[in-house]
């Protein structure tokens, strides 16, 4: 709860689906206590009024169990985030205590208007029930779709960290964050160029350093690759290795471009996308005598200020550019600045740069990278563990679900089942329209696995950032989701057979 309610969306509707689907149960699918109380003279409202008697122990976990999470976290933090855990408790309590109050009311009152006698009787249960039960699986199977891909997208962003070698690798640099708009004269080309030009002398003086990752042209066709741009300050303060194992320096102004280890780019096509679009700036002598080579697999550390960004890449494209500010733009510059790609070398040279040059008004604050990381990795955790209980959650309502739609499917067509079997067909065509089921459900969510699989991977086209750790590992989501539909599709045939079997033992005895 200290991180909000950001990311829980999964989580909280696998919850409600889960809930609201007892629910239904617990009234319509078990209306004998309905009829009980309607043979006593109850009215329909005070019926309604009995069943919402239920929700006083959810209320009861509710108003004892907040305060006891307010009470560790005082200990924890001294209650730091107050504010944040007031309202993810405020939405928690109202998306899971409203949908089952509702759906007690409207069980309640759909149990209420079914004959007193046939209830009694042990009549089967209405077909739009069973409809209902079926037709709840498919969110819970898209719940979970979506649960998979969003834990491996949040241990993908929590790997991408390395605790302690990147908070040594990050050392004393400060980022600087921009104000936030609307800042006067922040739509003006002026402005824009004071700040780059801010930045173009702090890289002059070797006040600030470039670590700019983008994504650069592969030169042989639409597709990208990771690129990290990095200066002669850079290289003081990251041991860069060549792949003879020479340590990589400035000593020219001369542009070198490194490729990734074992990579089967073809150099010289990344060299020619290079001068062509991202090192057009540049001085002709420069773009005429590009060197460099191969790099070492150690990787290279880019001062990531969030998670959409690896904070150690080894397969980049590094491009070594010694006079950054002679070789971008001004609006170039002050757009890395913004984003984290331009860092200082320390809190005490940004305070000192930004009071020379008057911008005290356009920076909100000075952030440590090391504290940055921390944050980062704080967060990951987060999203790690509600990724984690999401996918259970999932899980764990997609079979009851599936329990809950087998049990009703046959209690309305047990005579049809046992007639069938006893017939001697086969147990697979009996339960066909089960499988049938089950077919559209794995399909469906295969169809979501695709689609979401789609979206988040990398194509090239920069649509979606190769850069992002989440979307690199979008591969390995699907494939994790299609294991998780897989074994829930398993785990709902037993249950047909299980209830299959269930039902021809019971009829069999003659009850």
């Not at 928690?92 to 309640?108: E, R, S």
Request: hydrophobic content about 50%; some cysteine; aromatic content about 4%.
């Amino acid at each position: 709860m200290t991180g909000g309610v950001q990311g829980t969306s999964q989580l909280t509707g696998t919850l409600v689906l889960g809930c609201v689907a007892l629910c239904f149960v617990g009234t319509i699918g078990a209306p004998r206590r309905t009829a009980v109380r309607r043979l006593h003279g109850r009215s329909a409202g005070a019926i309604v009024c009995a069943e919402l008697s239920e929700v006083r122990a959810t209320l009861t976990v509710v108003l004892v169990g907040v305060p006891v999470v307010g009470l560790l976290l005082w200990f924890h933090n001294g209650l730091a985030s107050w504010e944040t855990f007031a309202m993810s408790a405020a939405v928690f309590t109202t998306a899971l205590l409203v949908p089952v109050v509702a759906a007690h009311v409207v069980g309640t009152l759909i149990a209420v208007r079914r004959p007193i006698a046939a209830t009694l009787r042990g009549a089967r249960l209405p077909g739009a029930l069973v409809l209902v039960a079926h037709a709840a699986r498919l969110p819970a199977v898209l719940l979970l779709v979506a649960a998979v891909f969003d834990v491996t997208a949040a241990v993908a962003a929590a790997r991408s960290d390395s605790g302690d070698r990147e908070l040594q690798a990050a050392g004393d640099a400060v980022q600087l964050w921009v104000t936030p708009d609307p800042r006067p004269g922040s739509e003006t080309q002026g402005y824009w160029d004071r700040i780059g030009d801010f930045v173009g002398g702090a890289l002059d003086r070797h006040d600030a350093l470039l670590t700019a990752a983008v994504e650069v042209g592969t030169g042989t066709g639409p597709g990208s690759v990771p690129g990290l741009f990095v200066d002669a300050e850079y290289l003081r303060h990251q041991d860069l290795r060549a792949e003879n194992g020479d340590r990589i320096t400035v000593t020219d102004d001369r542009i070198t471009v490194w490729t990734p280890p074992g990579s089967d780019l073809d150099r010289r096509a990344v060299i020619r996308a290079l001068v062509g679009w991202e090192l057009r700036g540049a001085p002709d002598e420069q773009r005429r005598h590009i060197g460099g080579g191969a790099l070492r697999s150690t990787g290279a550390y880019t001062y990531a200020g969030d998670s959409s960004a690896a904070s150690w890449s080894t397969d980049a494209v590094v491009v070594v550019v010694p006079d950054a500010s002679g070789v971008f733009t001004p609006d170039q510059l002050g757009a890395w600045l913004s984003t984290g790609d331009v860092v200082f070398t320390s809190e005490a040279v940004a305070d000192h740069a930004i009071e020379a040059a008057g911008l005290g008004d356009e920076f909100s604050a000075v952030v440590s990278v090391g504290q940055a990381v921390a944050e980062r990795q704080r967060q990951a955790a987060t999203a790690v563990g509600i990724g984690v209980l999401a996918v259970i959650s999932g899980l764990t309502v997609a079979v009851v679900l599936a329990v809950i739609s087998t049990a009703a499917h046959h209690r309305r067509h047990g005579r049809r089942l046992f007639a069938g079997i006893a017939a001697g067909r086969p147990p697979a065509r009996v339960n066909g329209d089960l499988l049938l089921v089950e077919g559209l459900l794995l399909s469906a969510g295969g169809i979501a696995v695709v689609h979401r699989w789609w979206q988040t991977r990398p194509d090239g086209s920069g649509a979606v950032s190769a850069l992002d750790p989440a979307a690199r590992a979008a591969g390995v989501s699907g494939v994790s989701a299609v294991a998780a539909l897989v074994v829930l599709t398993a785990v709902a045939v037993a249950v047909v057979a299980v209830s299959t079997r269930a039902v021809v033992r019971s009829r069999g005895s003659g009850s």
